[in-house]
């Protein structure tokens, strides 16, 4: 969030566009590539400093899939915060309000329904992620540990519909994948929902943000000025 902010409102063109062309890439690589790196690098390094038999587990998981989907949810909500109106921020700064309290007092709630749906689309691709989570997770079915060999719903289908014989196991893979599915749909029509509410009143939740701003301004001291 903080990146994004950075990058869409602080960052000198150079390093913007540096930073956007780095982005753009980590957001591009195949999830397979994310998966050998940390099997490779990070796996030996858990194992090496916790003093592990093995360094598979959810907290390898957790890193790797925190590392691939941070560049969409970066790339996304640099877009959401860039389609703010103009207007808003020139007015908040009219009001004397500082460009730090422009940015996180104007833009960004402006920009909320797009960095959710940033969030949402990041979350949606790491909870379908099967072969990254299968090289770093150690594909054992235990309960959740974070130093223990786990086995995430998309592993347990797509290590189990190869050879699961029709009949009841079959039918509970397809019931994992169906939940799945209903999980991420009902996130993203959530936020797709809050999106199109916000939109409909665009001018009148500039006018209360702005007013809640001055009223937090005029509530600061000022100098006392003698005449």
Not at 106 to 132: C, D, F, T
Not at 184 to 195: D, V, Y
């Amino acid at each position: 969030f903080l990146a994004s902010v950075y990058l869409a409102k602080a960052a000198k063109p150079k390093l913007r566009a540096v930073a956007e062309s780095a982005v753009s890439l980590l957001a591009g690589i195949p999830s397979v590539v994310y998966g050998l790196v940390g099997m490779l690098v990070l796996v030996p390094g858990i194992r090496n400093a916790f003093n592990l038999a093995d360094g598979s587990g959810l907290l390898a998981a957790i890193i790797v899939l925190a590392i691939m989907i941070l560049p969409s949810i970066i790339k996304v909500s640099m877009t959401a915060l860039e389609a703010v109106p103009k207007e808003y921020e020139d007015a908040s700064l009219a009001l004397g309000a500082t460009a730090e309290e422009t940015w996180f007092r104007v833009s960004v709630p402006a920009a909320k329904s797009g960095i959710a749906a940033a969030v949402v689309l990041g979350i949606g691709r790491a909870i379908g992620e099967a072969m990254a989570v299968m090289m770093v997770a150690g594909n054992v079915a235990n309960m959740p540990s974070l130093f223990q060999s786990v086995r995430f719903l998309t592993t347990g289908i797509a290590s189990g519909m190869s050879y699961a014989p029709e009949g009841l196991q079959r039918q509970a893979l397809f019931s994992i994948a169906l939940v799945l599915f209903l999980f991420i749909t009902e996130r993203g029509f959530s936020c797709l929902k809050h999106g199109t509410a916000r939109r409909k009143k665009p001018l009148k939740e500039g006018c209360i943000r702005l007013t809640i701003l001055l009223k937090s301004l005029a509530s600061e001291e000022l100098p006392h000025i003698s005449l």
